[in-house]
């Protein structure tokens, strides 16, 4: 076992813990309870640990921890801060996106939602990203790039999947539940603005015991896609508007 992590127990998971704490990257906690958790024994196992090491960041140490998909050989990453093992770990779970994080795009607030989980993990000495190779919603990079295509022409994200032929979102994180429970985690306090990500994770086995809110920052570029994600697919999107709000670091 790598320095850094411990193995988790081998005894069924516990309760969560109701906890009203106030620490966020600045937007807000929604209080949610405590989910349902798989019995043990009919959690089918989805991926394997394959490598890990310690990483040291500009945020502190953490351990980089590589999942590969038992079915389809796709490798994740979990980024690992602190002892895991337990209740209540602050999280995030991240799907790729090279065009944002990479490349610099501005359509999208993601280089910026992963930057922001990352300081607020970093911060309290103890949490998980868990990022997902699922670029575009699902769909893979070059499909993204051909719905960029189309968004240039006037049709906004979710109508451009639909004239490639894709629904609105192909992510899943069945995968990502599995990834939590191999490194310990028996709830989480999930970082996300995404009401359909703690549905799928509650419904894998994964309890999601609140919500921390992730504001996002709006430009020229991004305003309008983040505007449609939250009237069409019902994110809780906040925006970095008073400069009074706390933000996130």
Do not use: W
């Amino acid at each position: 076992m790598a320095m850094g992590l411990r193995q988790p127990p081998p005894a069924a998971m516990k309760s969560p813990v109701d906890d009203t704490g106030s620490e966020h990257p600045g937007g807000g906690v929604d209080e949610i309870g405590p989910g349902a958790a798989a019995p043990e024994g009919a959690r089918r196992r989805l991926v394997e640990r394959f490598s890990e090491a310690p990483l040291p960041t500009g945020r502190g140490p953490f351990q980089v921890v590589v999942f590969r998909e038992l079915a389809t050989g796709a490798e994740h990453v979990a980024m690992v801060c602190g002892d895991v093992v337990g209740a209540a770990v602050p999280a995030r779970v991240h799907s790729e996106c090279l065009t944002s994080e990479v490349l610099g795009s501005l359509k999208c607030d993601c280089r910026a939602q992963l930057d922001r989980a990352l300081d607020f993990i970093g911060g309290r000495g103890r949490g998980v990203l868990v990022y997902l190779r699922q670029e575009g919603r699902g769909i893979g990079l070059g499909n993204k790039i051909r719905a960029y295509a189309l968004q240039a022409r006037g049709h906004d994200t979710y109508e451009a999947n639909r004239l490639l032929g894709f629904p609105d979102d192909l992510r899943h994180y069945d995968v990502a539940a599995d990834i939590l429970r191999q490194l310990g985690v028996t709830s989480v306090d999930l970082i996300t603005n995404n009401p359909m990500k703690i549905a799928q994770l509650v419904e894998a086995g994964m309890p999601v015991r609140r919500r921390i809110a992730l504001p996002s920052p709006a430009n020229p570029h991004s305003v309008d896609y983040l505007r449609v994600k939250r009237e069409r697919t019902g994110h809780l999107i906040e925006l970095d508007a008073a400069p009074s709000k706390r933000r996130a670091g």
